[in-house]
Each structure stands twice: as C-alpha cells, then as structure tokens.
C-alpha cells in the first residue's frame, strides 16, 4: 500500500516553545491530509484538514493559530505546535489519500509522540 | 459523517476465528466501509475495504449485508500478535476529495495463549 511517514518520531520540548512536525507522502502526491491527535487509551480525533495551496480546515474547537499548518507542496504538509504545554502532549497522526480511488482510502503516517515538559 | 459502533473489547484464543461487528446505520449511498489495525503508539494500519457483499484479502475477510448498515470484519486463525485495536470506518469521495473520517472508540482485540 502507498506510504507515508511522519518526522520526527518522537520528540520532547521545553513548556512555551514551537514544535514542527512533517507528513510526507512517499509513493504519491496527495492534495489534501489530515491531522489527527490521539490521547493514551483514546480514539483518534481529527484536528484539520490541511489542503495543498490553500488554507487548512480546523475542526470545532481546535485553535488555528496555535495549531499552525502547511501544506507546501503535494507530498508534504507540515504541523507547527506553537507555544507548546503540557496540555499539548499526545500523539500525532497524519493521514492522505493517494488519488481519487472511490473508497476514499486514507493511509497514515506512523504518529509523532510529543512530550511538553 | 456517518457514525459507527463497535464492541468496545473481544478476547479470544490463539488460532480461533474473529468475527467484529459494526454497525454504521447512517452510511451513504457513495460510502465505502474500511476497517484499520492500530498497535499502541504507531498510526491505523489499513486492513481491507469493502462496499458490498463480501471481500476478502490475504488477512482478512469482509461480510456487508445487503442494507449495507453493518459490516463484520473476519480475521481467521487470529495469533498473539493480532492483538490491537480495530476501527471500522465509513467514507468516500465527495467534490473530488477525500472526506473526512471520523473514527468511533475501536475494538479492543486481545488474544489469548
């Protein structure tokens, strides 16, 4: 199936610094991803859609500017955790698309912990 | 956006058959069911995909009635390592993009020795 990765794997933050997290989709272009955050022992909750020359879709109660991305090119769309807190530690997931298959088939990234300390 | 249930967990023993069940009463006439794997801190694993009757892969099978309102996912002669969360998923294509999926609780699978 098609791939696609996520970087950093892993990473951990001083409280009030911005984290950057990139999505990559490596065998195929993708107009549009999505990011998702999962809390321990929780179900995946979509954070936004981000579309590929254009502004990303926030879902209800997700700051947009705190939550900052941008999908730059058709194989990459990036997460910026803006003045992070501990609040903001979970795991992040992304997700795309390839193409127009009609079962809408999204493959995701294999996550991104962050820890705010 | 068309909304699931699932079991919330299932046990079973090595090398038996399992059968998860989803109900998506509300699912659209252009939607598509999925069902994705998750191991704890690693992304949904795509496992098969189906719009109706039934679809099998080398992991797994897919029974779709003809309401198209459940789906059950069968995993044959589950091993230790099939232990995971299974979400079940509905979505498609809509103004030429992918839509959103909204992912229900998941089932807890855990397999017994």
């Known amino acids: 199936g098609a791939v696609v990765s996520q970087h950093p794997s892993r990473v951990i933050c001083k409280s009030g610094t911005s984290v950057k997290i990139e999505c990559r989709s490596l065998?195929?272009?993708?107009?549009?991803m999505f990011w998702y955050r999962q809390f321990p022992k929780q179900s995946l909750m979509l954070m936004a859609t981000?579309?590929?020359?254009?502004?990303?879709?926030?879902e209800q109660g997700v700051e947009k500017d705190k939550f900052l991305i941008n999908h730059a090119s058709l194989t990459l769309s990036t997460l910026t955790v803006t003045s992070a807190h501990p609040e903001d530690s979970s795991f992040y997931i992304c997700?795309?698309?390839?193409?127009?298959?009609?079962?809408?088939?999204?493959?995701f990234g294999p996550g991104t912990r962050l820890t705010v300390l | 956006l068309a909304k699931t249930t699932q079991p919330i967990s299932m046990d079973s023993y090595e090398g038996q058959e399992v059968n998860i069940t989803c109900s998506h009463n509300?699912?659209?006439?252009?939607?598509?069911i999925t069902w994705y794997q998750q191991f704890p801190s690693q992304g949904p694993r795509f496992i098969i995909q189906?719009?109706?009757t039934k679809v099998t892969n080398e992991v797994a099978s897919l029974f779709i009635p003809a309401d198209r309102k459940s789906s059950t996912l069968s995993l044959p002669r589950v091993s230790l390592s099939d232990t995971a969360v299974y979400y079940c998923?509905?979505?498609?294509?809509?103004?030429?993009?992918?839509?959103?999926?909204?992912f229900g609780s998941g089932t807890q699978l855990t397999v017994l020795p």
């Open positions: 189906g719009y109706k």
């Open positions: 997700s795309a698309p390839p193409g127009l298959a009609a079962g809408g088939t999204q493959y």
């Open positions: 065998d195929f272009q993708a107009t549009t």
């Open positions: 981000s579309n590929e020359g254009s502004k990303a879709t926030y």
């Open positions: 998923l509905v979505g498609g294509i809509s103004s030429g993009s992918a839509r959103q999926l909204t």
């Open positions: 509300n699912i659209a006439t252009n939607d598509y």
